[in-house]
């Protein structure tokens, strides 16, 4: 559901909140509603579509965490191997300046 509305996660982190009022809500409902068993259905199925909704924008919120992850990742790499290129040339430069200072 969530990837098909191309959600931003802002959006879907509001939508998510909204959905567990209503989830709360419903259930309190259940709780006052607790002898009449059509009125039970009626909220039990609710509550499945709400869950329902509700795991959709997980699953949606949990791959967009992942895709942020791997990004993330890709950039530490990059940037891990250019520190080290750094810091071969930063020791190469020194080394010459001392060779230097002793000639």
């Not at 990837?3 to 909140?17: C, G, N």
């Not at 409902?29 to 009449?36: E, G, P, V, Y």
């Not at 967009?64 to 810091?87: G, Y």
Request: no cysteine; hydrophobic share 45%.
């Amino acid at each position: 559901m969530a990837s098909k509305l191309d959600l931003s996660i802002k959006t879907a982190r509001k939508e998510l909140d909204k959905l567990l009022e209503q989830r709360e809500h419903v259930w309190s409902q259940m709780d006052n509603a607790s002898k009449n068993l059509t009125q039970l259905d009626f909220y039990s199925s609710q509550v499945m579509m709400l869950d329902k909704r509700i795991r959709e924008l997980q699953e949606f919120y949990n791959a967009h965490l992942l895709e942020s992850l791997e990004s993330e990742s890709r950039k530490l790499r990059w940037l891990t191997a250019v520190l080290i290129v750094l810091t071969a040339v930063l020791m190469f430069l020194t080394g010459l300046l001392v060779y230097k200072t002793f000639i």
